[in-house]
């Protein structure tokens, strides 16, 4: 007799006296048969016995909320504080070394130490992103964690410009960029229509750090001296990873991957290349108002005491501008969003070594840490767009590596600048608009992704 064929997608499976055949799909919903016939009552009674096999969640399924959802974001946030947020913290170190422990090395080359800092944050994406999806997360973190705190202590250590270039720029550094790089891919896991906020509240860890870090730092060195000061930075450290340890877990296992390490599938999109080519660009320019605002600072008259404070004051407005905006991205999209902030970086960025004054370099900080804050949580946002979960810690990893090399040439390339032309005004022109072509290149991937610059992306 002819049979009539209904799909039922749902996670359970009601048996029905009517059933005949029952055959479950690939996407996790169930064919059900039921004849016109009446079945016999032996076969009603293997019907019933039987008790069918719930399958697992879907790949597609995201919580989007929940305890264990939210627990990984305050993971996250937790090691994004030890990471990005120590690396933030960079521009008081850079003044510190600059005025008391190596004053007689240039400025540009001090920035080599907190620029490779900033590349190798990005730089490890690749390696770090490839073991993700290969599902060696767990053990690579706990190993970074440990070598990151051990780098700190040793950085207390240090006398010698190529000594601090060891410790605090390579081996910190790397060990940051390690812990970092897959934390984008495992947050994604757990989130999808809230996505973005997920990303802004995560990325409150790098101004919290950014923020505290250098008071803490720039107050304990005259009170314990700097030595001292690195090892509680290092307790600092080792408590937040702790956290982020015991509650950062993947929800969707590794799939097993017997292909390349590397794969390049990504750079074949042309979205991607754009976004990357995009990223490099902004990273050339987007750190320099960081890095020197506390030296521009005293430059101009402003005390020591007060101009470290600058670096705090633009990582908090950094922390208001990442959840902020990842409100608004989920709603209208990372791009949307982005775009406009990071141009008024931009904007800010030109005018910085203008002002004079106390009032108008705290009012810039403020703007321009609310702008940078919004690009840099959604950075990875479009990303998860442009490929299936499975692959999201090898395609994160492979554009954060290509960022680097704007991160590793940017805080020297404005050193060099500003030493050669005695002050801060051609920095801003050449960081400004390595920013300002940036955004070029973000509205240019929004029309290869959505075919339209109003589209949602």
């Known amino acids: ?55 697992t969640p879907p790949v597609d399924d995201f919580p989007d909320g929940g305890l264990a959802a939210w627990s990984v974001v305050f993971g996250s946030t937790c090691a994004i504080f030890a990471t990005f947020g120590l690396v933030n913290a960079w521009g008081v170190f850079q003044s510190y070394y600059k005025r008391i422990l190596i004053p007689e090395t240039d400025t540009s080359t001090i920035a080599w130490i907190g620029s490779i800092q ?4 990005f730089f490890p994406g690749l390696i770090a992103g490839r073991l993700f999806d290969l599902g060696y997360f767990k053990r690579t973190m706990f190993i970074s964690s440990v070598i990151l705190a051990v780098a700190t202590v040793l950085t207390a250590e240090c006398q010698e410009f190529w000594q601090l270039l060891l410790c605090q720029g390579l081996l910190t550094g790397f060990c940051c960029g390690m812990i970092f790089s897959p934390i984008p891919a495992v947050a994604s896991q757990w989130f999808k229509t809230r996505r973005a906020l997920a990303f802004g509240v995560m990325s409150t860890g790098s101004s919290l750090g950014g923020t505290i870090i250098p008071i803490a730092a720039s107050n304990l060195i005259e009170l314990i001296g700097f030595k001292w000061t690195m090892r509680v930075i290092a307790l600092i450290e080792l408590f937040m990873l702790t956290i982020a340890n015991l509650t950062l877990r993947r929800r969707i296992e590794a799939r097993k991957q017997t292909g390349p390490f590397f794969a390049w599938h990504d750079f074949k999109k042309p979205a991607f290349n754009v976004f990357a080519i995009g990223g490099i660009l902004n990273f050339l320019g987007l750190f320099t108002l960081l890095t020197f605002i506390d030296l521009s600072a005293t430059s101009i008259g402003i005390s020591p005491k007060f101009s470290f404070y600058l670096v705090s004051i633009t990582n908090a407005g950094s922390g208001l501008g990442r959840v902020s905006s990842g409100l608004l991205a989920d709603r209208f999209g990372a791009l949307t969003v982005t775009g406009p902030l990071t141009l008024m970086c931009a904007i800010m960025t030109y005018i910085w070594p203008f002002v004079s004054t106390k009032g108008a370099l705290i009012a810039i900080g403020i703007v321009y840490g609310f702008c940078s804050g919004a690009y840099v949580s959604l950075l990875p946002v479009p990303l998860m767009m442009m490929g299936d979960m499975h692959d999201a810690g090898r395609r994160t990893g492979s554009f954060l590596t290509c960022i680097a090399l704007g991160a590793v040439a940017g805080p020297p390339i404005s050193g060099a600048i500003a030493q050669a032309t005695d002050g801060f005004k051609s920095v801003g022109y050449y960081a400004g608009s390595c920013i300002l072509g940036a955004v070029g290149f973000m509205y240019l991937t929004k029309y290869l992704m959505t075919g339209s610059l109003r589209g949602k992306c």
């Open 1 to 55: 007799m002819a049979s009539q064929q209904r799909p039922i997608s749902t996670q359970t499976l009601e048996v029905g006296p009517e059933s005949n055949e029952r055959r479950w799909t690939s996407d996790g919903s169930v064919t059900v048969n039921v004849s016109e016939e009446q079945p016999s009552e032996k076969k009603e009674e293997e019907d019933v016995e039987a008790s069918p096999t719930i399958p």
């Open 118 to 121: 900033y590349a190798l944050v």
